[in-house]
T-cell receptor, first 115, second 114 residues
Framework: AQTVTQSQPEMSVQEAETVTLSCTYD???????LFWYKQPPSRQMILVIR??????QNATENRFSVNFQKAAKSFSLKISDSQLGDTAMYFC????????????FGTGTKLQVIP | DVKVTQSSRYLVKRTGEKVFLECVQD?????MFWYRQDPGLGLRLIYF???????EKGDIPEGYSVSREKKERFSLILESASTNQTSMYLC?????????????FGSGTRLTVV
């Protein structure tokens, strides 16, 4: 079974600074997708960024980028120029290609952006 | 704006009650999912459905059942609520296509069983 590990339960960052959230996963599959989801306080979970395993290039979405290291099974999220609205729980998630689209989530990292 | 709607944001129920959590999506998605979210445990899959009247157990199905009579609606049922089912419940849906683009989530139902 696939597992996703987020080793940082809580983190904080000063506004306008850069922060990196860590995620490692374990799988024997070669084709899969990785995601970062954001859950603001009392609000809906939304997709931040998506990475296809067969693509070498790291995904980016505005201030959000990932460092995908397939051999190391590592998938970290970098948030640049942190904003107060980035305060949220962040979940790393994994799904293998094909099948029933069951996503495996990590335990989450609570990020606090400090003014 | 596409949506996954969960009928209740907060619910308080008594131990032993039968509880229904409703989820409706308007995106014509084939797949629907129920997760529970607990601090330190992340999201754990309870049940999912890939078609009308079809259901599959997730990782923690004990004490739960589901119903999917229509494509847009997926209900989670707690047959006899217990205090250890106090949790945040998240519904999600996704389109069955070759490339997976992620789930769309509802806003969640925070259930307290007393």
């Amino acid at each position: 079974a696939q597992t996703v590990t987020q080793s940082q339960p809580e983190m904080s960052v000063q506004e306008a600074e850069t922060v990196t959230l860590s995620c490692t996963y374990d799988t024997s599959e070669n084709n899969y997708y990785l995601f970062w989801y954001k859950q603001p306080p009392s609000r809906q979970m939304i997709l931040v960024i998506r990475q296809e395993a067969y693509k070498q290039q790291n995904a980016t979405e505005n201030r959000f980028s990932v460092n995908f290291q397939k051999a190391a099974k590592s998938f970290s999220l970098k948030i640049s120029d942190s904003q107060l609205g980035d305060t949220a729980m962040y979940f790393c998630a994994f799904i293998e290609s094909g099948g029933y689209q069951k996503v495996t989530f990590g335990t989450g990292t609570k990020l606090q952006v400090i003014p | 704006d596409v949506k996954v709607t969960q009928s209740s944001r907060y619910l308080v129920k008594r131990t032993g009650e039968k509880v229904f959590l409703e989820c409706v999506q308007d995106m014509d998605h084939e797949n629907m999912f129920w997760y529970r979210q607990d601090p330190g445990l992340g999201l754990r899959l309870i049940y999912f459905s890939y078609d009308v009247k079809m259901k599959e157990k997730g990782d923690i199905p004990e004490g739960y059942s589901v119903s999917r009579e229509k494509k847009e609606r997926f209900s989670l049922i707690l047959e006899s609520a217990s205090t250890n089912q106090t949790s945040m419940y998240l519904c999600a849906s996704s389109l069955q296509v070759l490339q997976f683009y992620g789930y769309t989530f509802g806003s969640g139902t925070r259930l307290t069983v007393v």
